[in-house]
């Protein structure tokens, strides 16, 4: 790995830890408001934004940063990191252990590093995706630095598929899979990297929801299916904040046409 990378890795492990340290005082303790577009935000959210906002700008000069409780537009700036400083704040308000501290790398508005830390099982996530990029990127995904792959299994009544609170019409008569909402986008996703599952779907999910998730899938192993419009490059000048991307993720491509005709009985 160049000494570039590792910076990029050791910094997102680093900084994530110390916020999530805080974020486990916080956890189960703090009240949630409402937001415009009906999601929850805590004080613990909004401290969280600011700290890893301010340990990139001390870090990484000259990067843009897109983050869910700070600027939510696209700057458009060579390299922009994309955080979602808690992702799961309705978990993490009601005591529920699953929800996540989620951070991104772009360059040129595309996903090529992405970090997920969950402090309550002090478990990390990360993945290198070059496209057609000559970044001299690592490749692999990873949990806790072990490399992860997505599983190679037919579905069966004995496996897993994520689905999310909106999503819910694709419980029909004959799913092939016993269904799961974990209420995290991030992690929902990160289930299927992991091989633990086979396929999820999110119906709303926002960029800072998946932009590290997004990478770390893809270096498992992993299908991405963007149901409405394709989220990345990002456009410069464009505001995120009501924009959302329905996906589908699955193990392998195989299963894309298993599970999509469930997936379209949800009105995205």
Known sequence: MTDFWTTILEFCQTTTVRVGKQLMQDFGEVQASQKADGSLVTRSDQW????????????????????EEGDTTFPGTEWCWVIDPLDGT???TRGIPIWSISVGLLYQGTPVFGYVYVPTTNESFHGFWQGSFDLATPSGAFRNHHPIHTSDDAPSKNHFFNLCSRSTALIQKGFPCKLR?????????????????LGGM????????????????????????SLKS??????????????SFPTLVVSRPELIPVFTPFVEAVKI
Request: aromatic share 14%; glycine share 8%; net charge negative.
């Open 48 to 67: 969280a934004d600011q700290e890893l906002r301010d340990a990139i700008a001390s870090n990484f000069s000259g990067y843009g940063i897109l983050s």
């Open 90 to 92: 309705t978990n993490f």
């Open 181 to 197: 909402m974990l209420g995290v986008a991030s992690y929902n996703f990160l289930t299927v990297a992991s091989g633990a599952v």
């Open 202 to 225: 999110e119906a709303t999910p926002k960029v800072w929801d998946f932009s590290a998730a997004w990478v770390i899938v893809q270096a498992a192993g992993g299908t991405w299916v």
């Open 230 to 243: 394709e989220p990345f490059p990002l456009l410069p000048g464009e505001d995120y904040s009501d924009r």
